[in-house]
């Protein structure tokens, strides 16, 4: 039996939603006959492996696979929404570069639009010959899909603590975060760093809040 030596390519990404640090899109990619490799490495959705766990994976991925991070950050996303770019697209588009750039056979995305047919569609313009599958929870799915998770998600702790380290603890960088929003609550007037996405409702609603009690 011949061995199945295409291509295949992941991916996720992680801080879509935070209001403080950069969004992460991570992609794996790899002959589709060692994909098996993933499963036995102990490969799962970021969300459902440790901290510690994510960093050896992540280690081990790098080592063995074809990898890759688009880190866009906060600045280059408010300046993107302020010129009618939503964030679907900011994420797609660094999705598609990704796919130009391995060019792969296969590729498996986690859907990021509520319409998965949409979201295919859009990017199987970057090539009509390559398989394109995208699904909602794909990284839960497919074992390249919870690949690029750990890769996205570690590479994104990674920002957020050399944010840390400047900047103090700014929590998760998520909205629910309680840290987070003290952190945000705290900062001075017209003072305000350039790891905040001051286009998210969260950081307009802080300054609302500032105003109507100054």
Known sequence: MQQDKRIVLGIDEAGRGSV????????????????HHLKRMGVKDSKKVTSK???????????????????????????????????????TNAMKEIIKEVNPDICYVD???????????ILQEVNPDIEIITEHKADDTYEIVSAASIIAKVERDKQIAIIQSEYGDVGSGYPSDEKTINYLKSIDDDNYPPIIR?????????????????
Do not use: Y
Not at 58 to 70: A, D, Y
Not at 111 to 121: A, L, T, W
């Open 20 to 35: 403080i640090g950069p969004l992460v899109v991570g992609a794996i990619a790899m002959e589709k006959r060692k994909i």
């Open 53 to 91: 766990t994510r960093t050896v994976l992540s280690r081990k991925l790098k080592k063995t696979t074809q990898f890759k991070t688009v880190i866009i950050p906060p600045e280059k996303i408010d300046q993107l929404r302020n010129n009618n770019m939503n964030l679907n697209e900011i994420e």
């Open 111 to 121: 859907c990021i639009d509520v319409d998965e047919k949409r979201f295919h569609d």
């Open 198 to 214: 001051k286009t998210w409702k969260t950081f307009q609603n802080i300054l609302k809040e500032r105003n109507n009690i100054n």
